[in-house]
């Protein structure tokens, strides 16, 4: 094994020999661990690692002895509604203890060091949180002192700290005044002031339209390349997640679904889906697209259950070269292309192709 | 401020390119005591709207002046009278004023802890070193302060009118001291049960109503019930009514161990056994209030 060395981007923020690099997880979780990391050399540190945890209300079993090793990095965890998610978040700040099983983060055990964890990681609630009678300087300043920072330490990094997630001058205005994505960057920067070492994002695409989930996307790949920052973040949409994160966690009614890279993902679930126009020539336009393709070789299916079934064409991307086959039989044909748009994909989904195990959860789950 | 580097972007990076490089903090972090003390300070201050829009600084400043306005007269009329004594005793004076109080109660409880459970604010509290009970003591004990600042101001107001009156050194300075220790009393009282009232009514408005008649229909009960055992001259009923009320129960104590005169009908003071119950009374509102408090924060944690 190598010499351990430092990831650059731990350098001033914790010790190499700080709790961080926990050996007990290390070894016991091994069975789970996903080598992630593309920008560490740092092979086997763990940031997020949980053990047989579970957590059981009354009525409902939240978490089903979910065992998970995270590394560096930014990880999606990916659940319907209800799968389990925010209770997940809420035992790994130290704010609910589990039922049984345990959980480290940063190497902290959460049911002894909730407090140390809470002062090194940021929480970005999914629901709104900003009151809206003060300005985002204020409020930010106001939660920056709540993690500790002192008063100027709060005002310098409130300034940067909204500068980096985009906000400039509507800074000084009341939030009550904001749009939904101003209000998911403020969420965002108080989640960041205090420079943690790993933030938890709930669902931070919740509410936005397209190009404000693509900017909010983009930022959080930026919160890990270029602030170094663990991120782990939550959403019900794979295919966002997909293109953002180095690793995904699914889970469903409190069980671990799947644990893998992302490139493992992205091999399977790109599906694009095409609707074309009907010409004189070709009455059924979608007919005629599908069999010009299944003459090249490509497996189209109908989009059956789909809205717009019968004109919906839905075929498996094998890479830039699926668009431009796409693109040169429709031309032939002389169609209109209506749409060609990569489809988002729920989590079930996922695992329509994959071993008769995993198919099954999916269906208990959903 | 922000020392500008450039940033190293990834040619094709689909985000906005902020010209800024990301700086670490490896500043201190204060922990769980520096921030109790921050939020205490901003809630304090937030009582008197400072560090809060000019609109939210109109009530409380001017229920500061009322409160103290009437104790300036009566300095001004001591003075140039040369009276022998203030019109008014230091104990009685925020049971005259009790209405202003009230409302100044029911005025900023709720802000200070509506607020935040109406905009869902709390769970970025909880989601940092900051616990439950740091989070209650702060705002409870800012509350009490900033009533003990509404209270006692205008006692001393009085007091060092009493002085510049040329009025006897000692006899002011006991008065004075008693009129302290009742206001404190009276703040820590009059904030648990505005904060445990408003803590409940997450809707800012409804809080104000809830606290208004928490404070007052109370009042209005028992000095009714009083009035009625005075006529008919049971004067140990109109003692014990008076435990029912928060404004009457610090009368009571006060009455009984602050040489305050009683503003029950009648004047009957309670006796020093029914005076230990309206201490223990008003020690254990006290509690109980901090309690439920805590109680609620502990629900709605996250």
Known sequence: MPPRKAAPWLSGTASPTGPYYSSLTRRRLCGLTTAVADVTTVVDVTVIATESLSKRFPRVTALDRLSVDVGPGVTGLVGANGAGKSTLIKILLGLSPATEGRAEVLGLDVTTKGADIRERVGYMPEHDCLPPDVSATEFVVHMARMSGLPPTAARERTADTLRHVGLYEERYRPIGGYSTGMKQRVKLAQALVHDPQLVFLDEPTNGLDPVGRDEMLGLIRRIHTDFGISVLVTSHLLGELERTCDHVVVVDGGKLLRSSSTTDFTQTTTTLAIEVTDTDEHPDGTRAVRDALDARGVTVQDGSGLPGAGHVLLLTSAGEETYDLVRDVIADLGLGLVRMEQRRHHISEVFTDSDAAQKEAVGHGS | ?302
């Not at chain 2, 972007?9 to 985000?15: C, E, I, N, S, Y």
């Not at chain 2, 000019?54 to 300095?75: D, H, N």
């Not at chain 2, 004023?97 to 709720?110: D, G, K, T």
């Open chain 2, 1 to 302: 401020m922000a020392a500008e580097q450039p940033t190293a972007t990834v040619p094709g990076d689909q985000t906005r390119i902020h010209n800024i490089g990301y700086r670490s903090y490896d500043g201190p972090r204060l922990g769980r005591a520096y921030a109790r003390r921050s939020l205490y300070s901003q809630s304090l201050r937030g009582a008197y709207g400072l560090g809060r829009s000019a609109k939210s600084k109109v009530l409380p400043m001017l229920l500061f002046v009322v409160m103290c306005l009437p104790a300036g007269i009566m300095v001004a009329v001591a003075v140039a009278t040369k009276a022998n004594d203030l019109p008014v005793d230091y104990t009685r004076y925020a049971v005259v004023l009790q209405a202003v109080i009230s409302l100044y109660v029911a005025a900023q409880a709720p802000q200070s802890v509506s607020r935040d459970l109406r905009f869902k604010t709390v769970p970025l509290y909880f989601s940092r070193p900051i616990e439950t009970a740091d989070y209650v003591r702060a705002k409870y004990a800012s509350l009490a302060s900033a009533l003990f600042i509404l209270t006692a101001a205008p006692l001393l107001v009085l007091y060092v009118g009493a002085l510049l009156a040329k009025l006897d050194f000692a006899d002011q300075t006991k008065g004075f001291a008693q009129g302290l220790v009742s206001v404190a009393l009276l703040s820590l009282l009059f904030a648990g049960l505005g904060l445990v009232v408003a803590s409940v009514t997450p809707r800012r408005g409804f809080g104000i109503a809830a606290v208004i008649a928490v404070l007052t229909i109370t009042y209005g009960a028992v000095s009714t019930l009083q009035a009625i055992a005075d006529v008919q001259s049971s004067s140990a009923a109109v003692a014990w009514i008076g435990l029912f009320s928060p404004i009457t129960l610090i009368d009571g104590v006060q009455s009984a161990f602050l040489g305050a005169t009683s503003a029950f009908p009648g004047g009957e003071s309670p006796s020093n056994g029914v005076g230990a119950v309206y201490v223990l009374a008003t020690l254990g509102l006290i509690a109980g209030c901090y309690g439920l408090l805590m109680r609620r924060y502990k629900k709605v944690g996250l």
